[in-house]
């Protein structure tokens, strides 16, 4: 039970994609996956490196990262290219 946190935020990021795609039904799965990865990584890049408010061992990266994919899923809804 080593690595449980990481393999909770990957299912939670999962998660969190597959929500935004059924709710919004405009893109496909694999972008919402690929906005919601990259979001979830920077969030827990800022939690652990930059704000230092948590560290692999914690799980408040968690909730980080699971913060910031869905505020990144909802900036690519709001500011995405309309054509």
Same mark, same amino acid.
């Given at each position: 039970m080593q690595y449980a946190d990481i393999a909770i935020?990957?299912? /939670? $990021?999962?998660?969190?994609?597959?929500?935004?795609d059924l709710l919004s039904g405009r893109r496909g799965f694999g972008g919402a996956v &690929?906005?919601?990865a990259v979001g979830a990584a920077c969030g827990a890049f800022l939690a652990i490196r930059v704000? /230092? $408010?948590s560290a692999f061992g914690d799980w408040l990266w968690v909730a980080w990262a699971l913060a910031a994919s869905a505020a990144t899923? &909802?900036?690519y809804t709001l500011f995405r290219s309309k054509r």
């Open positions: 935020a990957v299912l /939670g $990021v999962l998660g969190v994609a597959s929500l935004w &690929l906005v919601a704000f /230092g $408010v899923l &909802l900036a």
